[in-house]
């Protein structure tokens, strides 16, 4: 990158994702701390062992095993591929990140994704026992992909949350057809922050077979914390973990941090910075006369801009852009994250602001056309 390049982007206000910056200063001077320690590899040391415990007790889940991994899609690739068998696949929203946003990745493996509709970025149990028994009654099924694992993710990629009840739905129709169920929990810091939230880390292990406790995105340099509810769900864990390219040598630098993470509960307060700042965004945007295409509760806010509107807004504020809408409109999102400051949440109020102004103009120009 050119200097320019490089000074203009550090103009730009900084919401496109919740991952972009480095980590939480906590997390910092912890890996500082022990930098020059020397412990075994592999996840071995006393600091991984201290941080599954430290885990497995915020989630009340004392039989349980829990692995540290480097980043969400490699997490999601590794456990479907532990739980399923090579004819079997994964039942998931058609927006779900494994369907959507992985390279093909689950296919690559030889899992098929079985993608259904979705309210909001969320599948219901109706659909899925749907599913399941669709395959159950035919009589062809000896030639079709099983469905054998529900992938659900809290909060969804429209930042949408499921209820303790919808969960406690799915669930019992995954056990009665006993069908897998794992929980993508990349942005789970946020999920659990949302005042509209009901679901805790110890419902998710009782609910779940499997779900992840996400850090790249909440708060450190990188890392995934895999929470399987029974120890000894999947034999060969650790060579298939070494197959996925998950087997990190210098294993302590993940258990530091999500040590860090889970003393004095800082995990499920991590969010509640990033969830005010996307609460003020979200009612600048509606008293401006944005529409929302998404009322996320969590730290995602979706609305619908112009081309004229983004063509302005790329050279003031990084932004994400979601999908296009129609000949002249597109659902984009602002991401607001633990780091974000209310300096630079101002800063975007004052662009929304400004924006609203070129819609008026806009309109003001289509008129005097017709």
Request: proline share 3%; with cysteine.
């Amino acid at each position: 990158m050119t200097d320019t390049h490089a000074k203009q982007a550090n103009e730009l206000l900084h919401f496109s994702s919740d991952y972009m910056e480095g980590a939480h200063p906590t997390i910092l001077n912890a890996l500082v701390r022990t930098n020059m320690e020397s412990t075994s590899g592999y996840g071995t040391d006393p600091y991984c062992a201290h941080a599954a415990r430290a885990i497995l007790d915020a989630c009340a889940c004392p039989h349980g095993e829990v692995r540290f991994l480097l980043g969400g899609t490699q997490t999601n690739t590794l456990v479907i591929d532990a739980l399923l068998a090579p004819w079997q696949g994964v039942i998931s929203a058609a927006t779900g990140h494994v369907n959507v946003h992985e390279a093909g990745s689950i296919e690559a493996g030889g899992h098929k994704v079985i993608s259904l509709e979705h309210n909001r970025g969320k599948i219901s149990a109706a659909a899925i026992k749907k599913t399941i028994e669709a395959w159950e009654q035919d009589d062809n099924r000896e030639h079709m992909v099983q469905p054998a694992l529900v992938y659900l993710s809290q909060p969804t990629e429209y930042g949408t949350l499921y209820s303790k009840a919808e969960l406690e739905s799915i669930a019992d129709i995954c056990t009665s057809h006993k069908v897998k169920l794992f929980v993508d929990g990349a942005r789970l810091a946020y999920a659990l922050a949302a005042p509209q939230n009901d679901v805790s880390l110890a419902d998710l292990a009782r609910l779940t077979d499997v779900f992840y406790i996400g850090g790249t995105k909440c708060g450190l340099l990188f890392g995934e914390a895999v929470v399987f509810t029974k120890k000894n769900m999947v034999p060969g864990l650790t060579p298939l973990i070494k197959q996925h390219g998950g087997l990190l040598a210098k294993g302590r630098l993940l258990g530091v941090q999500f040590g860090e993470l889970f003393t004095h509960n800082l995990y499920e307060q991590i969010g509640k910075t990033a969830l005010i700042c996307a609460a003020r965004i979200k009612e600048r945007l509606i008293q401006k006369g944005f529409d929302l295409y998404i009322d996320s509760p969590t730290n995602q806010v979706f609305f619908i801009a112009t081309d004229a509107q983004l063509a302005w807004l790329k050279h003031r504020v990084a932004y994400g852009f979601m999908e296009r809408l129609d000949a002249r409109r597109s659902v984009v999102r602002f991401a607001t994250c633990w780091s974000t400051t209310q300096e630079d949440t101002d800063k975007l109020l004052d662009v929304i602001d400004q924006m609203a102004e070129l819609e008026e103009l806009e309109e003001l120009e289509l008129s005097d056309t017709k």
